[in-house]
């Protein structure tokens, strides 16, 4: 990547000529998709710029907290594409965000700010930074590389909302990405005001009646193979109906089993309406998304998944199964 700073403002001359704004995340934002959006248009707004935010649908419970949220048009096309200027934020290619080309196209200009690994510079204006452990720690630098006489802050909601994305894309400060800059910047925003403590309640120590009866489930179901070192949890449509859950209230199931010394793959196959959907974790030993991949799905090294349509869910596990025993079988 070219210097950081010169990159930074780089973005920065583009937000200073743009008036007319179009901001969005990607599909089903996460923490630090809704975060990062959320941040740019308070600030932007600040700054006298108009500004149209959009997320695609769904918006996770979890994330319902966030402040300014109700700027942001949920699922809700603009009727004209009349903005001079478009921010992407965590979209690795120009189709992450939805059906955005007719904003896209009449666009004078194109801004894309991500940290995924593999990224097209699709922007008239990119600043990709695979270093960085989050587009929130990005978006904290391009507020340091503001002007060199004015210094331009977060306000605590700001601070609140870029927290988020850190503390949500570096799994609590543990994975890799848990990098010092990622933790200098946790701090500062800490200073700044994030609220910190509403942010761990919320995401971290909430869950509903049905959620945690589903993870009893969930529990008492798993399975240990090859030696312990595969674990299965399978998830059937009549799981789901004996507690009215839905698969989408299984988030944080399928990383138990990786607490197990020994367990090198932790599986989550959940048997949908219309599909198989396959959650993978891995204590590090083993890419999982090596073994997704082989379904046609991705992700990362230690956390990935994929999707079946047209199969049972034994049929699926099964095959996963034997994908995994070869891939574990020496370890
Ligand atoms: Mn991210």
Redesign the pocket.
């Known amino acids: 990547m070219e210097n950081k700073t010169s990159s930074l403002r780089a973005i920065w001359e583009a937000i200073n000529t743009g008036k007319k704004f179009f901001i969005a995340g990607h599909l089903n934002p996460?923490g630090?998709?809704l975060g990062c959006t959320l941040t740019m248009t308070s600030l932007l707004e600040r700054l006298g710029k108009k500004v149209y935010a959009y997320a695609a649908p769904a918006i996770g419970n979890d994330l319902k907290f966030l402040p300014g949220l109700e700027k942001v048009h949920v699922g809700v096309l603009p009727e004209k594409a009349d903005f001079d200027t478009v921010l992407l934020l965590?979209c690795s290619d120009r189709q992450r965000g939805g059906d955005l080309e007719f904003v896209l196209q009449k666009a004078k200009t194109l801004i894309n700010i991500d940290?995924?690994l593999v990224s097209d510079a699709y922007g008239h204006v990119n600043h990709i930074d695979s270093k960085a452990s989050?587009?929130?720690e990005i978006i904290f630098q391009l507020f340091e590389a503001y002007s060199d006489e004015q210094v331009l802050l977060p306000t605590p909601d700001e601070a609140t909302c870029l927290y988020t994305?850190l503390v949500t894309?570096t799994g609590r400060f543990v994975h890799s990405n848990a990098t010092a800059e990622a933790l200098r910047v946790g701090s500062a925003l800490v200073a700044l005001g994030a609220d910190i403590a509403k942010i761990n309640q919320v995401i971290y120590f909430t869950k509903s009646y049905i959620e945690l009866k589903l993870l009893g489930r969930a529990l008492e179901k798993m399975e240990m193979r090859f030696d312990n070192k595969y674990s299965q949890i399978i998830l059937t449509r009549r799981d789901f109906e004996a507690f009215g859950a839905t698969p989408a209230q299984t988030q944080g199931i399928v990383s138990q089993p990786t607490m197990i010394p020994g367990v090198e793959v932790s599986a989550l196959i959940k048997e949908e309406p219309d599909k198989v959907s396959v959650n993978l974790r891995s204590r590090g030993g083993v890419d999982v998304s090596a073994i997704a991949q082989q379904f046609g799905g991705g992700g990362h090294a230690r956390a990935s998944g994929f999707k079946v349509i047209g199969q049972g869910v034994s049929e699926v596990a099964d095959a996963l199964a034997e994908v995994v025993h070869h891939v574990v079988k020496d370890i």
């Open positions: 996460d630090d998709s965590e940290h995924h989050s587009t929130a994305g894309d």
